[in-house]
């Protein structure tokens, strides 16, 4: 009887042991695993949390509660704002956000024949994009010695890096998914606050400022605002990732203009390069390269803030009624002429 009893006490001290042992165990690789993840794998967003400041004594324009724009709507389903020229005050915002002290990384992408853009988009960028912030940009191009010099405003840079030639426009288009990815991650951890990533076959012609700053930007495709969606140019198909039934979608966004965040773009570009990936292995590209992948991401993963097309219009000498300001335009161009392939 003592025997069994004295064997069951050792059994139940055996067990505690085991347990606190397995415990002591898994609790280790736990910690080792987040230890992991945040030193090695998830990268050190820069982020500051300051708050929308105002200097004291700062005068403007009081703001209106029954005026504003009424030939547009200034705010999505999900309570994100659209930005249009007559929803903000400039220079209440530029001096909300220079207290920030930001810095905006901007990408840009000429291979081939559109390396004659980019004086254009540098030049006219130096006039009216994010003017007195630091701005970065990165121009990604296969002909570094054919990068034009232009001179640049104090806390503005450009940093040139050499990608390699691509025999299609489309593949020069999609690539850039996977080059942004990697740019984020590798370059820009610690570099800067957000991140825009634009065409460079486009100029500058009005302000551009610290009021298209958000978590997830997107911009509403000139050629598509005022079309019922079932026109909008999605991926059909339901073989691609980026297909959108019919019946559903929010905008139709343009591929040559968005922004946020690092980590939000990060998430942005990795994803759209993961869905490029797996359609090409399935032997499909989507109707419009990225920018189809673009738009499903936007589907299901809400912008914090849209602009409207003023951020990226059809050309500086094209009217439409609501367009008060063009702000970034396409620059016409002979589509046979300068793109590598038909
Ligand atoms: C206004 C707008 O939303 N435009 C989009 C649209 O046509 P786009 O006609 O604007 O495409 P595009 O020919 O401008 O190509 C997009 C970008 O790729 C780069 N590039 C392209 C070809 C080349 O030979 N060299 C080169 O550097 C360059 O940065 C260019 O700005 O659809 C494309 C995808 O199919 C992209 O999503 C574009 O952003
Ligand atoms: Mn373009």
Redesign the pocket.
């Known amino acids: 009887m003592l025997l069994r009893q004295n064997f069951l006490i050792i059994l139940v001290l055996f067990g505690m042991v085991l347990t606190g042992v397995i415990y002591l165990n898994n609790y280790g690789n736990s910690c080792n695993q987040q230890i992991i993840e945040r030193d090695v794998i998830k990268p050190k967003w820069m982020q500051k949390n300051i708050g929308l400041r105002s200097s004291p004594g700062l005068l403007y324009n009081q703001p209106r509660v029954l005026v504003g724009r009424t030939d547009v709507a200034s705010v999505s389903p999900w309570s994100s704002p659209i930005i249009w020229e007559g929803t903000f005050d400039s220079t209440l915002i530029d001096s909300i956000y220079k207290q920030q002290n930001l810095t905006i990384a901007t990408t840009?992408?000429?291979?081939?024949?559109?390396t004659r853009?980019i004086k254009g988009f540098l030049e006219s960028a130096e006039q009216h994009y994010f003017v007195g912030f630091r701005v970065h940009f990165y121009l990604f191009t296969d002909q570094p010695e054919s990068v034009p010099e232009v001179k640049m405003g104090e806390n503005r840079s450009l940093t040139v890096l050499k990608v390699q030639s691509l025999n299609r426009?489309?593949d020069?288009?999609?690539n850039?998914m996977e080059k942004l990815e990697k740019l984020i991650k590798n370059e820009l951890a610690g570099e800067a606050d957000y991140i825009f990533c634009l065409?460079?076959?486009?100029m500058f012609y009005g302000r551009w400022g610290a009021e298209s700053l958000g978590r997830l930007v997107g911009v509403i495709?000139?050629w598509f605002f005022d079309a019922p969606r079932g026109q909008f140019t999605y991926e059909r198909r339901p073989e691609s990732l980026a297909y959108i039934p019919a019946g559903e979608g929010d905008y139709y966004y343009?591929?040559?203009?968005f922004g946020g965040t690092l980590e939000d773009i990060h998430n942005l570009t990795k994803t759209c390069r993961e869905h490029l990936n797996i359609d090409a292995a399935n032997s499909i590209e989507a109707v419009?390269?990225?920018?189809s992948h673009?738009n499903k991401y936007f589907l299901l993963n809400k912008p914090s803030k849209l602009l409207s097309p003023e951020y990226?219009w059809r050309g500086i000498n094209e009217r439409a009624a609501p367009i008060k300001i063009v702000r970034f335009a396409?620059v016409p161009?002979n589509?046979a002429e300068?793109?590598?392939n038909a």
């Open positions: 840009v992408f000429a291979l081939g024949k559109y853009f426009w489309q020069i288009s999609m850039r065409d460079v076959d486009t495709h000139p343009a591929g040559a203009a419009w390269q990225e920018e673009l990226m396409n161009k589509y300068v793109r590598p």
